[in-house]
């Protein structure tokens, strides 16, 4: 059974740190790309990062570069997916979701697999 269970979220002042967490087991997602991405309210799900299979390679979105800063463990059976995210803004405030595909892509529609969500909030 394919799960992609996320962590983490909360409620956050702005320019504090949150660390994001996403397990992912069911498939063998050690040779998938994962990534972040995240919808605020009455907005569409927009890309946040990625992380190539290996971790070696990484890409953010603009408005997170610098602040935020994704990576993964692959072990045996699960991969684990974590997203830093420091120097929060109110707009940041949006539900995470993380995401598990086999193309090296930024598109909502490249990825196959999701989580539930985390919501993160962040207040000014």
């Known amino acids: 059974q394919v799960q992609l269970v996320e962590s983490g979220g909360g409620l956050v002042q702005a320019g504090g740190s949150l660390r994001l967490s996403c397990a992912a087991s069911?498939?063998?997602?050690?040779?998938?790309?994962m990534g972040w991405f995240r919808q605020a309210p009455g907005k569409e799900r927009e890309f946040v990062a990625r992380?190539?299979?290996?971790?070696?390679?990484?890409?953010?979105a603009d408005s997170v570069k610098g602040r935020f800063t994704i990576s993964r463990d692959n072990a045996e059976n699960t991969v684990n997916l974590y997203l830093q995210m420091n120097s929060l803004k109110p707009e940041d405030t949006a539900v995470y979701y993380c995401?598990?595909?086999?193309?090296?892509?930024?598109?909502?529609?490249?990825?196959?697999?999701w989580g539930q969500g985390t919501q993160v909030t962040v207040s000014s």
């Open positions: 069911g498939r063998t997602f050690s040779r998938y790309t």
């Open positions: 992380i190539n299979w290996s971790g070696s390679s990484t890409y953010y």
């Open positions: 995401a598990a595909g086999t193309s090296w892509s930024t598109r909502v529609s490249e990825y196959a697999y």
